[in-house]
């Protein structure tokens, strides 16, 4: 109903309305800057599929090779303030909003607390937090948090039995119940807000359902937002036997809806793609910082050699340079199905998705129940090995 009569992709007259009067066509506020720091990028966990591994990992390998280790110190956080002052002058930004990375960014604590406080001064008005939860404790958040920071992403990869074999430390000992108890210690003392990365590939897609069930047994749902995506192979030889088709969609879209109806809050699917680290070049609107002070375009490129874009003393480099060693988000994941295969699959959950939203009103910030079913009109198709 929203395109012509040949069904060409051209907005009838009354949705291109819509759409305008929604803010669909405006373009993105650029009064915000976006920064990203790597405290640490060491990590006390094994994953296999680590886009800072630097080789391929045999399942029964620990401790994986990384990329180099370095750790920010108060130098590094002075300078990067200092440039992102200049660069958020050139944009004509006046607030900041910071993300700690890692690696895994508590294995610097302090480093996260002294680059939060110092960054106040610079117009910092939300920080956000990327950690496996492992080193979380309600003293080391309430301190973060009193830093300025809003919200932390912990990933878990399946049910507990799932995850505690693929989230390992580099010892081999399984996590869940360390991470999880962890985030329902803090979130019973200091007010955080939470994002579920949930990681899947064949080794656990069938143990989604548990998950969320067990996330929501110990979390408050409505403190906490879903997010699952595929495992990506990025050149290091993982695999992922999940392939983009309708069994799989199906099986995204009853995740959705399950952690929907648990109570979890679920991001509107977005139209295209944009990241205000790798989207623009050469720091326009938000830049990507080891913590030794060297400038990357993307936080998937950190530490590669080779794809250094400059630092934070003497800023970017020459265009020229810069060009070849520009990458943007998922530049070298391998494809789970033809480019028409990403765009069905894609599209038939981003529509299934945003439907049962603006059944629940979630689209408008008013919430209610669709008036004769609380479901997707799918079904999850086969799931596991």
């Known amino acids: 109903m929203t395109v012509d009569d040949r069904g060409r992709p051209q907005a009838v007259d009354d949705a291109r309305t819509a759409l305008e009067q929604g803010g669909f066509f405006r373009e993105r506020s650029t009064d915000a ?82 680059l939060l406080s110092r960054a106040r001064a610079f117009g910092m008005t939300s920080a956000a937090m990327v950690s496996n939860g492992t080193l ?90 879903v997010d699952i995506a595929l495992i990506d192979d990025v050149g290091i030889g993982y695999d992922n036997r999940l392939e983009f088709d309708d069994t799989l969609a199906r099986m995204h879209i009853s995740w959705y809806q399950h952690a929907l109806e648990l109570g979890f809050s679920v991001r509107p699917p977005r139209a295209g793609f944009w990241c205000d680290f790798c989207s623009p070049k050469a720091g326009r609107r938000g830049t990507v910082v080891n913590a030794d002070g060297t400038l990357y375009s993307c936080w998937e490129t950190v530490g590669k050699p080779g794809l250094e874009v400059g630092d934070v003393w003497q800023g970017y480099l020459a265009s020229e340079i810069i060009e070849p060693r520009w990458h943007s988000c998922d530049y070298a994941t391998a494809a789970h199905g033809t480019p028409q295969q990403s765009r069905d699959f894609h599209d038939t959950i981003d529509a299934a998705l945003l439907d049962e939203l603006s059944a629940r009103g979630a689209l408008s910030g008013r919430e209610r129940r669709p008036p004769e079913r609380t479901s997707m009109p799918y079904d999850a198709g086969p799931t596991g090995p």
Request: net charge negative; charged share 20%.
């Open 33 to 114: 800057y976006s920064l990203t720091v790597l405290t640490n990028t060491g990590c006390n966990l094994g994953c296999g599929y680590c886009f800072q591994n630097v080789g391929t990992v045999d399942e029964t390998d620990y401790r994986p090779d990384r990329i180099p280790l370095v750790r920010l110190d108060s130098r590094v956080i002075a300078a990067t303030l200092e440039f992102t002052a200049k660069m958020m002058r050139d944009a004509g930004a006046s607030k900041l909003k910071v993300l700690l990375f890692g690696g895994e960014p508590l294995l610097s604590g302090e480093a996260c607390i002294e």
């Open 136 to 225: 979380l404790t309600p003293e080391i958040a309430e301190r973060l948090v009193n830093a300025g920071l809003n919200g932390t992403q912990i990933t878990f990869d399946g049910d507990q039995a799932t995850h505690d074999r693929i989230r390992i430390t580099r010892t081999g000992g399984g996590t869940f119940d360390q991470i999880l108890g962890n985030v329902a210690a803090v979130a019973a003392s200091v007010d955080m807000r939470w994002q579920f990365r949930v990681n899947v590939s064949h080794r656990n897609s069938f143990s989604v359902p548990r998950l969320l069930d067990q996330l929501a047994e110990r979390i408050e749902p409505a403190k906490a937002g």
